[in-house]
């Protein structure tokens, strides 16, 4: 595709269920992204994949978020026994590589806990 | 920990005047000074960018200024338009270990026609 995909869209969650959000980046960018953003406030960073590693793991909230990206494409964000406070947009994005600073971003996944 | 502040929060301009966004950041090895745009229910979507090298960069209506004695820069928009009404993140990033790109809060920007 011509841009970075996220999947899905929206996603409504009673609180306790575990939830796995879904990035496809552009094809051939190294390096990808995962921000949380909260209503009204900028993106908070997550973590960071080079190729199938994941590099920066620093802004993960706590242990019930995990983050893959196997074949260094595709990643899944994963949230295990949501709670109502992980109600947020989980924006991802890519880059070409590690040197070119310029991300590009999805449309996001709307996270509801209720 | 806010990295980086910025100022207003939100913005009204008149159609054709100028808008202006602040920011300040904390950390001196970062090397790298994007601002992006979002609109409701998109992801924000780079704007234009400088390094510290440089004081001012120009794209099209968009410039930023960047005074790194005073750990500050600001992106003044000319000629605002109806449809530049969104909101404006000032971020900032260092190429160091693999970069994470730090964002301010966010300024909601309407220009009113």
């Known amino acids: 595709g011509a841009g970075v995909s996220q999947s899905p869209r929206y996603k409504v969650a009673k609180r306790g269920q575990d939830v796995a959000l879904r990035c496809d980046p552009i094809?051939?960018?190294?390096?990808l992204f995962w921000y949380q953003q909260a209503l009204g406030q900028g993106p908070e960073f997550l973590t960071y994949f080079q190729n199938e590693a994941q590099l920066d793991k620093s802004g993960l909230p706590s242990d019930r978020f995990f983050a893959e990206r196997p074949e260094g494409s595709v990643s899944t964000l994963k949230i295990q026994r949501t709670q109502q406070e992980d109600s947020a947009v989980y924006l991802c994005a890519s880059s070409l590589d590690r040197v070119r600073e310029k991300l590009f971003f999805g449309s996001g996944t709307q996270l509801s806990v209720l | 920990q806010q990295q980086v502040k910025q100022s207003p929060q939100s913005l009204i301009v008149q159609k054709g005047g100028i808008s202006i966004i602040n920011c300040a950041y904390e950390n001196t090895a970062f090397d790298y000074f994007p601002w992006y745009q979002q609109f409701p229910g998109k992801g924000p979507a780079l704007l234009i960018a400088i390094r510290p090298d440089v004081s001012e960069k120009k794209e099209g209506r968009f410039t930023i200024s960047f005074n790194k004695s005073a750990k500050q820069f600001s992106l003044h928009i000319m000629d605002s338009q109806p449809g530049d009404s969104a909101t404006y993140f000032c971020a900032a990033s260092k190429n160091t270990g693999g970069f994470k790109t730090i964002f301010g809060a966010g300024t909601r920007l309407f220009v009113k026609a």
């Open positions: 094809s051939g960018h190294v390096s």
